[in-house]
T-cell receptor, first 115, second 114 residues
Framework: GAVVSQHPSWVICKSGTSVKIECRSL??????MFWYRQFPKQSLMLMAT?????????EQGVEKDKFLINHASLTLSTLTVTSAHPEDSSFYIC???????????FGNGTRLTVT | AQKVTQAQTEISVVEKEDVTLDCVYE???????LFWYKQPPSGELVFLIR??????QNEISGRYSWNFQKSTSSFNFTITASQVVDSAVYFC???????????FGTGTRLLVSP
């Protein structure tokens, strides 16, 4: 069964609103979670790395004030897309791991459409 | 910097044909990991294989096989006797020693027709 749950699976929102995406590890403590973004027919690009209890590390070119990441517990990380615009429409997918050298588990992804 | 190249954007085959998906990588690390993932139309990533840089043995799992050649920095994936259910986008990925932060290739879309 799925060990990483991502919610919602899809969301449609209006331009200017904020959207929160959750990534939960179901049966392990996720010390590190990763957020990826995938535009249609493109590859997955790492957006940020979050470690439980500390600030996320963002990849170059990713606006940290627009994509707020919170990893407040060992089983939950959230990605909030603030003031969403149509160009933020994408497939967002998280992955989680317990420790270095532990298996990496992916969520099922969230398809965000901003109208 | 790490980089993964999947030169084949899309491949179309007829069922039962064999197909090989190419993957070429670049890294300065001596210890690294290579992965293949399948992404069906529903979007989730299905893990297929992880291989570390010290293990050049080829691997076979049912109809799937992988050929790792360190000398050419390639990690190719072959599907034998392809089936319609194999239609998906396949990603090759590379990570540093801790195999957590993945760098993905651009993917190869495989279309298997009946």
């Amino acid at each position: 069964g799925a060990v990483v749950s991502q919610h919602p699976s899809w969301v449609i929102c209006k331009s200017g609103t904020s959207v929160k995406i959750e990534c939960r590890s179901l049966d392990f403590q996720a010390t590190t979670m990763f957020w990826y973004r995938q535009f249609p027919k493109q590859s997955l690009m790492l957006m940020a790395t979050s470690n439980e209890g500390s600030k996320a590390t963002y990849e170059q070119g990713v606006e940290k004030d627009k994509f707020l990441i919170n990893h407040a517990s060992l089983t939950l990380s959230t990605l909030t897309v603030t003031s969403a615009h149509p160009e933020d429409s994408s497939f967002y997918i998280c992955s989680a791991t317990h420790l270095v050298f532990s298996p990496l588990h992916f969520g099922n992804g969230t398809r965000l459409t901003v109208t | 910097a790490q980089k993964v190249t999947q030169a084949q954007t899309e491949i179309s085959v007829v069922e039962k044909e064999d197909v090989t998906l190419d993957c070429v990588y670049e890294t300065r690390d001596t210890t690294y990991y290579l992965f293949w993932y399948k992404q069906p139309p529903s979007g989730e990533l299905v893990f297929l294989i992880r291989r570390n840089s010290f293990d050049e043995q080829n691997e076979i799992s049912g109809r799937y096989s992988w050929n790792f050649q360190k000398s050419t920095s390639s990690f190719n994936f072959t599907i034998t006797a392809s089936q319609v259910v194999d239609s998906a986008v396949y990603f090759c990925a590379l990570s540093e020693a801790s195999f957590q932060k993945l760098v993905f290739g651009t993917g190869t879309r495989l279309l298997v027709s009946p």
